[in-house]
């Protein structure tokens, strides 16, 4: 075989190889095809945001999180859900959720709401923070075209609602403020049916976006995921101030708020930081606002730091309740007195809770039923 | 000459070794590292034997050797300590690409430095030829030697950083006591090198539970430890008990939820249950509830004998737990065959190490099958969450795993949740309803706190069950011991959590970056073969295939060892040892009595030792396989020093002002590509049967090529 002769056989080959063979490890690749989908396939939504400005020269700024991406041409924000085309910002995964489920609304948590309903919770990709420890990270790490959307409109959601007699819809896993348009829709289309909506949320939302999204909401649980900046800006890649404020007006437009604070083993779990939060909560929201504390679980980044020992978890509950606390909770700790409420004027249980279930109310409407001591909340 | 040489193998295997050990540690016991480590190794080792070529006789080889052994605890201490210098907080996952990046760079000083003695020690001997065969031979005596000593001392008796302190202080007195010292001499310097001995010995020690204190800072340490099998630290925070394996959460003490899951769903659907068999770690886990399950007896296999009273105290005070010591793998394939479980526990962990992943083989799967009762169920608690969705990259392992399973039994169910449940039975056991399964829990005489009705409404609800279905019946592919791919799915999985990771997983594994470099080598190989000087072009061949074929077989020959016996930790001293020492003799033998027909004789036997491997590797017994893969290592690296000499004096005889290094170069070339590709990347992809015969092809086309030369 001269040279030339062979130059000409392996370019037959190549030609052959490279029409016969598309994919070589299709089982592997096609996770990482998904994974690596940076382009906007045609099934995304592209649904006008709100609350951007376009700048003077080319390029929008982002208002609705304290974040406020500048965002340029087909490019998109931190939480990868919305994109700049032609200075017009879209949000794209309105009527698009990844996760829908039915959930006891005690597993959001929110023990002074409705007790013992259940909630359509939905979300859909992406999230305007990166926390270390995130649960939900498959998703909330993701851009749209790379999580298994499926298409459900804000009438639709709220139908199911009605049909299965569902009370409550509830955005949650992922940051709900980063589908803030599809989240208001739905809460209105909710209220007019009577269907509530609660929002599970990190409360990294500026003041205007979150002013006019609460009457559309029934109740908020915010995550307060530290007291500490530092803790925020190296574990979640966030900021603590603007969380704290959104907490204050939460509680001052009246809608029903419960905190969860994710103790997180050697990172966000010393005694002078439980003092503090208590400290805080009470002289900013009250000593009424119900507070859970949560077992962290190694997920995502943090994939080998040990679970939050009980102990701990105990500690956290002693301190706030020292602290004047009245309504202080453990999650995922079936069977401790902590998972109950109790009236803080007689002591008596007036929810009495194992796991997610409730297995005895002792209320008058919102009130004990031993002392009429009103419990604060949305009860009925 | 010959006594530096042999302490060159020493400080070359034990370098190689225990930076080895803390990258699988550093990097939570992943073994894809091994690859690029040695590839690091083999390019360290090139330089160092380039540069030392050319400064060989303005370094003396005592100061190498000095900068080596101090260098190697330091790149041990720096290799521990990297996620904290590189702010990674407590537990916090290393991406593949930083782990890629530093197993590489890790190994480059030592690699450097040992590439470096090897000309330098040569050019101690008169006749240069003749000394670099002398030191080629003693070096790999002493990689044997060496290998046998780090095997049997780390873990068992020292950890690693002792082990690096006492290669240390044993080259430098080894070089000091010479044949001609005087006994007087020679015992006072024993006698002073005891005692800093005694001095290293306890400062590394010291210096082991420092750098365990920084990285685990906020945690008390209670002891951290080699064994033959891991690295376990063991901490403690707020009254609880934290098992590490190679710095991966192992058990929680006590920790009921994962306890529960551990042990309480297979007894929802037999709760009439006697014997568990539970495979894997997790033995921490159970004790805190196995005690209420009197009537129980759980047997369970762990080849560390024991880790710690604070632990080995738990689990002896829970009265219906046996232990037995062995690898779950051996004890489930040998002898214990027969025995009748009515429930087999596999506990994988995360699917991120071929130690993990190898139990979900149809290999494996199907003795687990034998020792079930007809009846019995086996059941395999996986970490994947499927509570709220289940994301791209979650779905194929599943899937892999659920076709795995139905493939041997007839029935298989999976409960979603935040840990994703397998059970698989030859009985229709598991077709019963939800309502079934709360009764039989309740009949239990321990009441579960997660696996109970509260709980498993939510997790079972229909719902969460279509969803789950769904994707199981997507893909068929089910993973074997041939082609495991669990490993490069969850590689994949993992990949996700970081963008560069995505990155560099989608340019490997795309067929459009693969099929020009694949053309590219064609072209390359083909120029080679068609130019005017065909000899000059085959012996570069031979070379290549020299370094990717006996590479691509020693990482083949971890991969087994580590699949069927599981405890490559240790053993890879004595198996790159014996490689080490067959390539010495070879080459020795070669140089001696090498005759014409010396690189098609080499390929030969090389070709005979890979068909035998592939004929008989899989009845192998345990007990004997580390004499197997060492005896079948020692024969392909005698091939190679055969046919390295033999090409070595086709190429400069016929051409005696030809490049020295080309055909050293291209040897490297050809290993470095092996360390890259062939567990890493094939292994998984065309399978291990392929892969052999793919090996096979290339020493068949060799041996052609070889029978040209000879004509």
Known sequence: MDRRLFLRCIGCTAAVAAATQTELFPEILGGIQNACAFDSPPQLASVEARYYKKLDEHGIECEICPRHCQVTDLERGFCGTRENRDDTYYTLVYGLPCALNIDPIEKKPLFHFYPGTTALSLATAGCNVNCKFCQNWEISQSRPEQTNNFPLDPRDAVNTCVVRKIPTIAYTYSEPVIFYEYMYDIARHGQKKGIHSVMITGGYIEEKPLHDLLPQLDAVKVDLKAIREEYYRTIVHGELKPVLDRLIQIKKEGTWLEIVYLVVPTLNDSEAEFTELARWIKTYLGNDVPTHFSRFYPQYLLKNLPPTPLKTLETAYQICQAEGLEYVYLGNVPGHKAESTYCPKCGAVVIKRRGYRVLQTNLNGNRCSKCNHIIPGIFS | ?711
Not at chain 2, 204 to 222: C, R, T, V
Not at chain 2, 377 to 388: A, E, K, S, V
């Open chain 2, 1 to 711: 000459m010959k006594r530096q040489a042999f302490f060159l193998g020493l400080f070359s295997i034990g370098g190689q070794v225990l930076l080895l050990r803390e990258l699988i540690r550093t990097f939570h016991g992943n073994e894809l590292f091994i690859g690029t480590a040695l590839f690091g190794w083999f390019l360290a080792v090139a330089l160092g034997a380039y540069f030392g070529g050319k400064t060989a006789r303005s370094i003396s080889s005592s100061l190498i050797f000095i900068t080596g052994v101090l260098l190697l605890p330091v790149m041990i201490i720096l290799t521990r300590l990297f996620p904290h210098f590189a702010g990674y907080v407590v537990g916090e996952y290393i991406p593949l690409s930083t782990a890629i990046l530093i197993s590489t760079l890790a190994m480059l000083p030592i690699g450097l430095l040992s590439g470096w003695l090897f000309p330098v020690i040569t050019n101690r001997g008169r006749l240069l030829s003749k000394s670099v065969a002398r030191v080629y031979l003693f070096e790999g005596i002493g990689a044997f030697v060496g290998g046998i000593i780090v095997m049997l001392v780390t873990g068992g008796l020292l950890s690693t950083l002792q082990t690096a302190g006492l290669l240390g202080l044993g080259i430098i007195w080894g070089l000091l006591t010479g044949y001609r010292t005087a006994l007087t001499k020679r015992i006072i310097i024993t006698l002073v090198f005891t005692i800093l001995y005694a001095g290293v010995h306890y400062s590394m020690a010291q210096m082991d539970s420092a750098i365990e204190k920084i990285n685990y800072h906020g945690y008390a340490i209670i002891t951290s430890f080699d064994t033959h099998y891991s690295h376990q630290t063991i901490l403690s925070r707020d009254s609880s008990i934290v098992l590490l394996t190679d710095n991966t959460i192992e058990a929680v003490y006590p920790q009921i939820e994962s306890a529960e899951y551990m042990l309480i769903p297979p007894l929802a659907y037999i709760p009439d249950t006697g014997n568990i068999l539970m495979l894997g770690g997790s033995r921490l886990e159970i004790a805190a509830i196995a005690d209420s399950l009197p009537y129980l007896s759980i047997t369970i296999v762990d080849p560390r004998k024991k880790l710690h009273r604070v632990i080995d105290n738990l689990i002896t005070n829970s009265k219906n737990i046996v232990l037995y010591t062995d690898d779950p793998v051996s004890f489930i394939t040998e002898e214990h065959a027969t025995a009748q479980f009515d429930i087999v526990i596999i506990n994988p962990g995360e699917l991120d190490s071929y130690k993990n992943s190898r139990f979900i083989t149809k290999r494996i799967i199907s003795h687990c099958r034998q020792l079930l009762k007809p009846r019995g169920i086996l059941y395999i608690p996986t970490p994947y969450d499927t509570d709220r969705y289940i994301s791209y990259e979650t779905a194929p392992i599943l899937s892999a795993i659920f076709s795995t399973l139905q493939n041997i039994f007839d029935y298989v169910t999976v409960w979603p949740g935040t840990n994703s449940l397998f059970f698989a039975s030859q009985s229709p056991v598991l077709d019963i309803s939800y309502d079934s399964l709360i009764t039989n829990l309740n009949m239990l005489t321990y009441y579960p706190q997660y696996v109970n009705d509260y709980y498993l409404g939510n997790r079972l609800n229909p719902l969460r069950i279509e969803r789950m279905n769904s994707i199981l019946h997507k893909q068929h592919q089910t993973t074997s011991f041939i082609k495991p791919h669990l490993l490069h799915l969850q590689t994949v999985y993992r990949a996700k959590a970081n963008k560069q990771d995505t990155q560099i997983l989608s340019l490997i594994l795309s067929a459009s970056y693969w099929l020009p470099l694949a053309v590219i080598l064609a072209v390359t190989g083909g120029l080679l073969t068609c130019s005017k000087d065909r000899t000059r072009s085959i012996t570069l061949f031979l070379y290549f295939i020299a370094g990717l074929v006996s590479l691509s077989l020693e990482l083949i020959v971890f991969y087994i060892f580590q699949s069927t016996v599981g405890t490559l930790y240790s053993e890879i001293a004595v198996l790159i040892g014996a490689f080490m020492l067959g390539l010495a003799f070879g080459t020795m033998w070669a140089l001696n009595h090498g005759g014409k027909q010396l690189a098609p004789v080499s390929l030969l036997f090389l070709l005979n030792a890979t068909i035998l491997l592939a004929l008989t590797y899989h009845f192998i017994p345990t007990s004997v396989s580390l004499l197997y893969f060492g005896l079948f290592l020692f024969a392909v690296a005698l091939a190679t020093g055969g046919l390295f000499v033999g090409a070595t004096n086709h190429l400069y005889r016929q051409n005696p002002l030809y490049n020295p290094g080309s055909g050293y170069a291209l040897e490297i070339l050809g290993s470095s590509l092996g360390a890259l590709f062939t567990t890493t990347l094939l292994l998984p992809v065309i399978g291990l049967y392929w892969l052999l015969v793919i090996i096979i092809g290339l020493i068949i086309t060799a041996f052609l090529g070889a029978r040209v030369l000879e004509r």
